[in-house]
């Protein structure tokens, strides 16, 4: 039986087979999943802030987007992946407060923006990705075929 | 602060500011049903943004939440959280219609709660704003229908942005013959904390602590 692991936000976990990893509703927070579908491993991010502003030691592993990636890549490595094989899937990124931010300014916007650009950056594969948007969405990630449900409630 | 976490002295004198502002907006809110309103005692987080973040709540309940966001000399923010049955009473004493569930609400009723948040968070940064002798300013609300934890993780990024810390208050007002209740939630970043202590203390004095 595999494992069901619930990732908070700022946090990051990886699995294999068939556990499924999942998280609460997010909102402008952005879920960004890596699976390896040779090795059937791979793992789930969810990170708040697109930049470490300050520089200061971050608390958690995955509370910045490009911090997060990396310790993602680190993580799921360690386990038999290989990032050769990476595909990655983005979630959420959503601005909720629309009229009190423009969407293109908004920080749920940038957290996608940045993600975008740091997996472009490693050379892995950007998937598919349902970001944007005003509603929250929540996760699960299957890691038996790297399929990621997204479930919102409108 | 901004370094270590605040003293038990430093907590009453928060919890002291927050029940003034959470108290004007509890009087606001009784003036405008005419019903007497209960207020508990506030509780009280500090840390890293992403623990602040757990306080507020993750939940996947449906919830209708206010927001605003605080500028000027103290940063933070403010949000009410209704839950659907008191979004609903809530919405229906200013527009006098019923709806069976909050998925209906329109942008009617989005004013509606818009418009009670105005009264009732304008109220308590006013009252702040006058008994610290500060110059806190804010934007205009939003009213959204969604999950709380979503709400709530785009809630403390606006904050987090600039801070790595942030404190955190949350107050109950109820209705108590209505059955219905809010929970309302002040958020400072850490300088803004430290600002408002040192206002503080200049004018509780050395009585109060």
Redesign the interface.
């Known amino acids: 039986m595999g494992k069901e692991i619930s990732v908070?936000?700022?946090e990051l976990a990886v699995g294999h087979n068939d556990d499924i990893l999942k998280t609460?509703?997010?909102?402008?927070?952005v879920v960004i999943t890596l699976y390896d579908p040779k090795a059937k491993v791979g793992g789930l991010a969810h990170a708040?802030?697109p930049h470490n502003?300050?520089g200061?030691p971050s608390?958690?592993p995955a509370?910045y987007v490009s911090e997060a990636i990396d310790n993602l890549v680190a993580g799921i490595e360690e386990i038999g992946g290989d990032r050769k094989h990476f595909v990655a899937k983005l979630v959420g990124g959503?601005t909720?407060?629309?009229?009190?931010t423009e969407n293109k300014h908004s920080?749920?916007n940038m957290n996608a923006e940045v993600s975008r650009e740091h997996l472009q950056k490693l050379g892995i594969r950007l998937d598919k990705e349902d970001t944007g948007g005003?509603?929250?969405?929540?996760v699960e990630f299957h890691l038996t075929n790297g399929v990621v449900n997204v479930t919102t409630?409108? | 602060m901004p370094k270590e976490i605040i003293n038990n002295k430093e907590n009453d004198q928060l919890k002291e500011i927050v029940n003034i502002g959470a108290g004007n907006a509890s009087t606001a809110l009784s003036t405008m049903l005419g019903k007497k309103i209960q207020m508990n005692v506030p509780e009280a987080t500090v840390g890293p943004i992403e623990k602040v973040q757990q306080f507020l709540g993750s939940k996947d309940d449906t919830v209708l939440a206010v927001f605003l966001k605080m500028y000027g000399d103290a940063n933070g923010a403010m949000v009410m959280i209704f839950s659907p049955k008191s979004a609903l009473a809530f919405a229906k004493l200013l527009t006098k219609k019923d709806k069976a569930d909050i998925d209906e609400f329109d942008e009617e009723d989005l004013s509606a709660m818009r418009e009670i948040g105005n009264i009732l968070l304008g109220a308590s940064i006013t009252a702040l704003s006058k008994f610290l002798d500060m110059n806190i300013l804010h934007t205009i609300p939003d009213a959204v229908v969604d999950m709380l934890g979503a709400i709530m993780d785009s809630v403390i990024v606006e904050i987090g942005q600039e801070e790595e810390k942030a404190l955190s208050f949350k107050v109950t007002l109820s209705i108590e013959e209505e059955g219905v209740d809010g929970d309302l939630y002040f958020l400072f970043d850490s300088n803004s904390t430290a600002r408002i202590l040192s206002a503080a203390r200049a004018k509780l004095g050395n009585n109060n602590g």
Do not use: D, H, P, Y
């Open positions: 908070k936000t700022a609460g509703s997010v909102g402008s927070c708040m802030l502003k300050k200061e608390t958690s509370k959503a909720m407060f629309q009229r009190l920080i749920g005003s509603s929250g969405k929540m409630k409108l």
